[in-house]
C-alpha cells in the first residue's frame, strides 16, 4: 500500500504531506492566512483527484482543518465538503489544540491516569507490592509515555497535575501516606515522568549528536558548522523571547538540555550504552 501511494507526493507543490500509510495529512505554512486556506484548498482538490483517478475512496468523516488561530470562522472548501477550522484535532493518538498547549491532550491523559488509579486501588488490598507496582508502571505510569516529546513542555499545573497522579499511585503501591513524594520515588528507584521525558529527549539529541537520528529530528536540531561558527554549543541557538512564541517548545529546550548532559555521558559511543547511563542521570533544577 505504501509502494501505492508514492506518487502522490509528486502531485503537490504548495503543502506537504505527513503520511503514515492510510492517514495522510497535509500541511502549509505562511504568513497569512489566507494563503494557508488556499494553498491547503487547492492541493487537497488534487489529492482528492488523485484518489478517484486511482480507484481510492477518501473518508469525508475523516476531513479535519486545524489552524494556528482560534477563529472557527475560516474553512476550506473540497468539493461538496465545507471544513471549517477546528480548535483541537486528534492526529494518531495526540490531541493537537490551535495554541499548541497541548492541555486538552494532557487533561484527558491525566483523566485517564486517574481512573486506573482509582481501579488500582479498590484492588490494592488483595495484592502485595511488587503485583501493585507493576500495575502501576504498566497502567498508569504509561500513560505518559506515548510521544512524550510532542506535548512534554506544558504548562507548570499541568505538569504538576501529572505529578500528583504519579504520587498518589506510589502511595497506594507502598501503602505509605506520610512520606514526601521525593522519598517515594527514591524508595521505588524512579524518577517523576517529566525527568523521564527529560530522559528521553537526551536520547534523541545524542542521536543527532551522533549522526543516526531520523531526517526530521536532524531539521528540529540542526547542528553548528565548526568551521564556520566556532563555539562551544553543538546545536545552533534561536532567537526566542517569549513563552508563546518559542521559549516552551522542544527546539529551545533541546540544546538547553544537552548543554547540562555530563560530558562522560556524551562521550559515550554505544546508543544502546547511552540509554542504558541516562537512566541514571537526573537534571538538576
Not at 491516569?113 to 511488587?130: D, E, I, P, Y
Not at 526530521?216 to 536540531?221: A, E, L, R
Not at 553543538?234 to 522542544?250: M, Q
Amino acid at each position: 500500500f505504501n509502494i501505492f501511494l508514492a506518487d502522490l507526493f509528486l502531485f503537490c507543490t504548495e503543502i506537504d504531506i505527513a503520511n503514515f500509510a492510510d492517514d495522510n495529512s497535509p500541511f502549509c505554512c505562511a504568513n497569512d492566512i489566507n494563503t494557508v486556506i488556499n494553498n491547503l484548498q487547492k492541493e487537497s482538490k488534487t489529492l482528492l483527484n488523485w484518489f478517484s483517478l486511482n480507484k481510492q475512496k477518501a473518508n469525508p468523516d475523516k476531513f479535519h482543518l486545524l489552524l494556528s488561530e482560534p477563529n472557527t470562522d475560516h474553512s476550506i472548501q473540497i468539493g461538496k465538503f465545507s471544513i471549517q477550522n477546528s480548535p483541537c484535532e486528534k492526529l494518531l493518538g495526540i490531541k493537537i489544540d490551535s495554541n499548541l498547549s497541548f492541555e486538552e491532550h494532557i487533561g484527558n491523559l491525566c483523566d485517564k491516569g486517574a481512573q486506573k488509579l482509582h481501579a488500582l486501588n479498590r484492588v490494592s488490598k488483595f495484592m502485595n507490592t511488587h503485583q501493585k507496582r507493576l500495575i502501576m508502571k504498566s497502567f498508569i505510569n504509561s500513560q505518559f509515555g506515548y510521544c512524550p516529546l510532542i506535548w512534554m513542555f506544558c504548562s507548570r499545573y499541568l505538569n504538576n497535575r501529572i505529578n500528583r497522579i504519579h504520587e498518589r499511585a506510589l502511595r497506594i503501591v507502598y501503602d505509605d501516606h506520610t512520606s514526601l513524594f521525593e522519598e517515594l520515588l527514591l524508595r521505588d528507584n524512579s524518577v517523576t515522568i517529566h525527568v523521564r521525558n527529560l530522559q528521553s529527549l537526551a536520547i534523541e539529541l545524542y542521536k543527532v549528536v551522533n549522526d543516526i537520528a531520523p531526517e526530521i529530528m536532524k531539521q528540529s536540531f540542526p547542528k553548528v558548522e565548526e568551521k564556520r561558527y566556532p563555539t562551544k554549543s553543538i546545536f545552533l541557538s534561536r532567537n526566542v523571547k517569549t513563552t508563546k512564541f518559542g521559549i516552551n517548545s522542544l527546539a529551545h529546550f533541546g540544546p538547553k538540555l544537552w548543554a547540562i548532559v555530563p560530558n562522560k555521558l556524551k562521550q559515550i559511543k554505544s546508543l544502546s550504552v547511552f540509554k542504558k547511563e541516562i537512566k541514571h542521570w537526573i537534571p538538576a533544577k
